[in-house]
């Protein structure tokens, strides 16, 4: 008798870490050209949007391990007791001040493909990897390292683009 496919015990599946957009696409998407880290109104106060902001980062995968590596300040005010925690830190204030929660996922080879741009700047010396400037521009620029992102980065670019 056959098995019902849907009953069927299927493998977990390793599943890509969630597309989370540039602070400065989103503030694109909100016509601001930053979110000010003070009290000033844009058209709710920086502190209620960055609030709003916060709720949505506490489900953002937060690698406790690479944030301290790769931003020093943060794991300087750890140690003091100035913040609790790399989470606190990126929730509270990194992600505005446009830090990655965790190294973003890329694959070099579909990155290139996509973006024929940096294929060329990377064979006429421009750029030394994709890896270079995916870590220093590109994922700022809302590009999107792996396939599983493209969709969603694309929305994002396409809601901060103005229409003609």
């Not at 390793?14 to 540039?22: D, F």
């Not at 925690?85 to 830090?99: I, M, N, P, T």
């Not at 890329?106 to 010396?125: H, Q």
Request: proline share 9%.
């Amino acid at each position: 008798m056959a098995k019902n496919p849907s009953l069927v015990p299927h493998p977990p599946q390793s599943k890509a870490p969630e597309y989370l957009p540039p602070v400065e696409l989103a503030c694109k998407v909100l016509g601001l050209d930053v979110i000010p880290l003070d009290e000033q109104v844009v058209t709710v106060s920086a502190r209620g949007l960055r609030e709003v902001f916060a709720l949505v980062l506490e489900n953002i995968n937060v690698d406790e391990v690479w944030y301290k590596q790769t931003y020093m300040d943060v794991a300087a005010a750890i140690m003091s007791g100035e913040i609790a925690s790399c989470r606190e830190h990126f929730v509270r204030a990194g992600y505005f001040e446009g830090r990655l929660p965790s190294e973003p996922p890329l694959d070099e080879d579909w990155y290139l493909n996509r973006y024929p741009d940096i294929a060329e700047a990377r064979s006429n010396g421009t750029i030394g990897s994709a890896k270079m400037h995916f870590m220093h521009g590109g994922q700022q620029e809302g590009r999107s390292g792996i396939p599983e992102h493209e969709a969603a980065a694309d929305k994002w670019i396409k809601l901060a683009t103005p229409e003609d």
